[in-house]
């Protein structure tokens, strides 16, 4: 074979007889209708044997030996008068492809386009004019004539060849009817666009393919992929890119070519595999629509974006377990977690960190869909877990419409950040108690109190330490967070705990300025004074049994009147005294005017025993305890 461009000649052996070619029907074509025309290549001594035995006119020979003996003794007198050696065919490789993966040869079966044309020009046969191109089978009985099935042994796809065959390798001295004259040298312009052999299997060949492959494709998967579709000669005849859409199938169930079935096993999502089909494993002579002709090999460019099997369950893997881990979401649990969520191939369609805002759902309850439902249980607080949903756990077929595709695997990688339970109340926990501890915190009391309030993360949501002092509240009046006023509750000065408040005892569904809604919080505690209080709606109570009568207490010089000065010494007295308490947090005197304008009914600046009297009848009837 020579270089691309050059020229090759197969030459007879010097002297040697020439072949003969015999044709058995007068009008011979080098198409694939010709092929019930078949010829043999014998010299002329052997025909000549032929006339004088008569089995050697059966099989393929037969004919009249008439006409037979006649056709023999004119090629032995032409053979004779001929001095010099037959013609050889030539052949002119005028284009050949730089990559040549495989050659024609013996037995291959080719598709091939031509134009046969005498040497002055005139076309006499096109495959183009046909409209299709030739298919057969080189040697092995070939139908083609002799010099074109030597002239497209060792031919590459896409090779262009210019054939020039003389007549004894074309239709001899006979012809073939008005089409070809006698002794006449033909021209073929070929054009080789498939080669394959009936034992060929199907090729893959990988062409990029993940580090990581946990699984591949096996029979009964379902699968999605990208593909172009292209002849052996380049041909584009298919491709999903164009539609935008991967195609979906099951393997191995016959909705594919079988070629297409065996070429996809093994495949790990993210890889891209080069597989070459042969016609017989592919459309067949059939071909499809306009766009596969019969007899092709088809190759295709697949790049494997999803596979699941329908037998799949939810995959759950743990990246981060914290520890200990104290208590696990359960159905009925409601659940505040963060997400990216991708398909196979890595591509995120959807994040809660783009939005700054957690995914808050109940557990178990059909919120969400059934594969994430399913993995949130057991989950830790701070856990990371990464999540694999099949598409039957996921959004089935369907999928969301410009978002997820149909029969798309869902990877879900979750960070849980809380989770509590409608019936949660609220965890106290001491984490340091002073060794001196008589006296602790109740309602009413007037406290003062260092706290750090956090998510359960443990990032910072605010602190008392931002402010130049530290908080002061009455506990029991609904002046702080519920859960708070309750883990202040008996506590002594200089006890410190940790307060876990679920959202319903803190700031509920729709959370507080820099708070998220339903959020678990976390409170570091430390109570720094305590003020025994009163209760709500009291200025004063008494500590002890009150004087009975009352009104000659208050009347310190006897007068039977008592004024604000009076009366305030009187009160004063009973607080230093310990038998009686004011409002904590509030201003003495200011405590002391309101009691005496409650006493004093006619406003005339001065308490009588009748307006005090009238005043405790009411008392009693309230079972109010002050003044």
């Excluded at 002297?15 to 007068?26: D, E, K, Q, Y």
């Excluded at 595999?273 to 766009?291: C, M, N, V």
């Excluded at 708070?484 to 319903?504: A, F, N, S, T, Y």
Aim: net charge negative; hydrophobic share 35%; glycine share 10%.
């Amino acid at each position: 074979m020579a270089p691309a461009g050059g020229r090759t000649r197969e030459r007879s052996p010097a002297g040697a007889w020439p072949s003969v070619r015999l044709i058995t029907a007068p009008n011979r074509s080098v198409g694939r209708n010709a092929s019930a025309s078949r010829s043999f290549h014998v010299p002329p001594t052997k025909f000549l044997a032929a006339c004088s035995d008569p089995e050697l006119l059966q099989g393929p020979f037969k004919m009249s030996r008439k006409w037979f003996c006649a056709l023999a003794c004119i090629s032995a007198v032409c053979t004779a008068c001929s001095s010099s050696p037959l013609e050889d065919l030539l052949i002119d490789r005028y284009l050949v492809p730089s990559l040549c993966p495989r050659e024609v040869q013996i037995g291959d079966y080719v598709r091939y386009h031509y134009n046969g044309t005498f040497t002055d020009g005139n076309r006499f046969d096109s495959s183009h004019d046909k409209g299709k191109p030739f298919t057969g089978q080189i040697g092995l009985g070939s139908p083609l004539i002799p010099g074109l099935d030597r002239g497209i042994q060792g031919m590459c796809v896409n090779e262009r060849r210019k054939l020039t065959i003389p007549p004894h390798l074309a239709y001899g001295v006979l012809g073939a009817g008005s089409v070809i004259p006698p002794d006449t040298t033909l021209v073929f312009d070929i054009l080789l666009l498939d080669i394959w052999n009936m034992e060929d299997k199907v090729q893959t060949r990988t062409l990029s393919k993940p580090k990581n492959c946990k699984r591949s494709v096996a029979s009964t998967d379902f699968i999605r992929y990208h593909y172009n579709g292209t002849l052996l000669n380049g041909t584009l005849f298919d491709s999903s890119h164009f539609r935008n859409q991967t195609y979906d199938t099951y393997v191995g169930y016959g909705y594919l070519i079988k070629g297409m079935d065996q070429g996809l096993l093994g495949m790990c999502v993210g890889e891209r595999r080069s597989i070459i089909i042969p016609p017989f494993l592919a459309y067949e002579d059939k071909g499809y629509g306009t766009q596969v002709p019969p007899y092709a090999s088809l190759m295709f460019d697949v790049l494997l974006v999803d596979l699941f099997n329908a037998k799949d369950d939810v995959t759950v893997e743990i990246q981060t377990l914290p520890e200990p881990c104290t208590r696990k979401a359960v159905v009925g649990d409601y659940i505040r977690y963060h997400y990216n969520g991708s398909f196979q191939d890595g591509t995120i369609f959807d994040t809660s960190y783009q939005r700054n805002s957690t995914y808050n759902t109940y557990i178990g309850m059909g919120y969400v869909i059934a594969g994430i439902d399913k993995a949130l249980q057991g989950v830790c607080i701070g856990e990371k877990r990464r999540v694999t949903l099949p598409p039957h756990l996921a959004y089935g077929e369907s999928g969301i419409e410009g978002l997820i595709p149909g029969s798309a695997v869902l990877i879900f990688d979750i960070h849980v950040i809380d989770f509590h339970n409608p019936n949660d109340t609220v965890q106290i926990k001491t984490t340091h108690k002073p060794a001196d501890c008589n006296i602790t915190s109740s309602s009413y009391d007037l406290i003062l109190y260092r706290y750090n309030c956090s998510l359960l993360d443990g990032t910072l949501l605010y602190s008392s330490d931002h402010y130049s002092t530290s908080s002061r509240v009455t506990l029991g009046v609904g002046k702080i967070v519920l859960g708070v006023d309750e883990g202040l509750q008996g506590m002594c000065v200089g006890e410190r705990r940790e307060v876990i408040i679920p959202p319903h005892f803190a700031h509920g569904e729709y959370g507080a300025d820099g708070v998220p809604g339903s959020a678990v919080l976390m409170f570091e505690l430390e109570l720094l004074e305590l003020q025994r209080g009163v209760p709500e709606g009291y200025l004063f109570v008494w500590l002890e049994d009150s004087p009975n009568p009352l009104f000659p207490a208050l009347d310190l010089n006897q007068d039977k009147e008592v004024p604000l000065e009076e009366f305030s010494t009187f009160i004063k007295t009973q607080v230093i005294e310990g038998r009686g308490r004011m409002r904590p947090g509030m201003d003495p005197e200011i405590i002391i005017k309101d009691m005496f304008t409650l006493q004093d009914r006619n406003n005339d600046g001065k308490i009588t025993a009748d307006e005090l009297k009238l005043k405790t009848e009411e008392q009693e009837s309230s079972k109010h305890d002050e003044l």
